[in-house]
């Protein structure tokens, strides 16, 4: 069965995180999107997993299920199009690792996935005798990211740990302000162990194929969404039982199983090249070489971005390509495209929403809008959207890359005076 899996999500529990980051929303907006396994995010946090306890029961082998006295209302007030679609959880967290080593101070986020409650429970009883676990969704540990591994693999034989967006510079294993320079610097004898690991926004897997050491892991990317409607902007499709035990052989393995992934244009993640946010300084690899790494507006260090990064790492040219690999389909969020059409700069004004509500009853889940349903379909229902989705599914967009904090801009249409004149497809 094809699955559409987002791991690493948070909850409202996590910083900077919406007060609409509950169970009730993810399920809401997995069925809209067509997500078909949502990672719960932030098990560690004890308020949190015990929402998690009250309103998840089992489901298929080692997933979860909202219970139907939460689901009916939700189900009721959708339409018929996505109503029916099955929305499953799996138990997963993210950890952030500030330690020592190499004389360097390393910031290293981790996803953490476990079977059960019962395994959560105890690596939750362990962690909190190193750390402070209550006070945010996604926990702070003085901790060395290969003892977090040790106490993963520990905790249940099919516990899981991925490396989080690795290439992020503040907070990753490959980062420019804090990472390492290969996975078994980070890892040391345990490096075996990591299976599988995280593109992040500002990646997609081409990048990571140029590192000969990440071609034979699994890549999986996912949201890490902080409010509900983000959810599903990255996502991992696999072909396996809906089971914990499968999904996870799956990504250890990487076969068949792992069809590909789900990307956001990684121009528009927000470290995709260097600079300075408070200069609007936007800077190639080539310019922040030429100008040794600072702004030169102010002649501050400016954050070097995950391009520049990859290219110092990298094993391979940037015109790399493996002779056989994964799929990767590049979306654009819908709400985004509808913005664009609409004129509006947020994703979150009334026209935006009401126009995005429209399309899904009509059409279906967002992800089928955007992946499957033929493009002459799309255009009949409405043409200018038709030919935008077209465009974004063949890569005929413009870029502004992002930078230093600063997400990018992708978009599928010079200005609207195009829409007069798009094709009858």
């Not at 360097?104 to 190193?130: M, Q």
Request: charged share 25%; aromatic share 8%; net charge neutral.
């Amino acid at each position: 069965m094809r699955l559409i899996a987002d791991f690493h999500i948070h909850s409202h529990f996590s910083r900077a995180t919406s007060k609409e980051m509950n169970i009730e929303a993810l399920y809401r907006w997995g069925k809209i999107k067509g997500i078909n396994v949502i990672g719960t995010g932030d098990f560690t946090h004890p308020a949190w997993i015990s929402e998690l306890k009250e309103k998840l029961e089992p489901s298929a082998q080692g997933l979860y299920s909202l219970k139907k006295k939460y689901a009916k209302s939700i189900d009721d007030s959708l339409p018929e199009s996505i109503s029916n679609k099955e929305v499953r959880f799996i138990l997963t967290a993210e950890i952030s690792t500030i330690y020592s080593k190499l004389g360097k101070v390393r910031k290293v986020h981790s996803i953490i996935i476990v079977p059960s409650f019962d395994v959560a429970d105890k690596l939750n009883e362990y962690l909190a005798t190193i750390g402070n676990i209550k006070s945010d969704g996604r926990p702070i540990l003085g901790l060395d990211a290969k003892e977090l591994l040790k106490i993963t693999l520990d905790s249940h034989s099919n516990s899981m740990l991925i490396p989080a967006h690795i290439w992020t510079p503040w907070f990753s294993m490959f980062g420019s302000k804090s990472g390492f320079d290969s996975i078994e610097e980070c890892y040391d004898e345990l490096s075996c162990h990591i299976k599988a690991i995280e593109t992040g926004l500002s990646s997609d897997p081409f990048m990571n194929w140029r590192l000969n050491s990440l071609r034979n892991l699994t890549i999986v990317s996912n949201s890490d969404a902080h409010s509900p409607a983000k959810l599903g902007r990255e996502a991992t499709i696999l072909d396996c039982a809906t089971s914990y035990d499968e999904i996870i052989a799956a990504l250890r393995s990487n076969d068949d199983r792992v069809v590909g992934t789900i990307e956001f244009y990684p121009q528009e993640g927000k470290y995709f090249l260097d600079g300075h946010r408070k200069c609007n300084v936007r800077m190639m690899p080539s310019e922040t070489i030429k100008n040794k790494g600072v702004c030169p507006k102010c002649g501050k260090p400016v954050v070097v971005g995950v391009n520049y990064r990859v290219n110092e790492l990298a094993d391979e040219s940037d015109s790399f390509i493996p002779k056989s690999h994964k799929s990767v389909q590049y979306i654009i969020p819908l709400a985004e495209i509808l913005a664009e059409i609409e004129g509006v700069k947020s994703v979150s004004s009334k026209r935006v929403k009401k126009k995005y509500d429209e399309v899904c009853a009509n059409l279906g889940d967002e992800f089928s809008i955007l992946r499957d349903i033929d493009i002459k379909d799309l255009c009949q229902y409405d043409n200018v959207l038709g030919n935008a989705i077209n465009r974004m599914r063949s890569g005929d967009v413009f870029m502004e890359p992002g930078y230093d904090g600063v997400f990018g801009v992708i978009k599928v249409f010079k200005d609207a005076s195009e829409y007069d004149q798009l094709p009858l497809v």
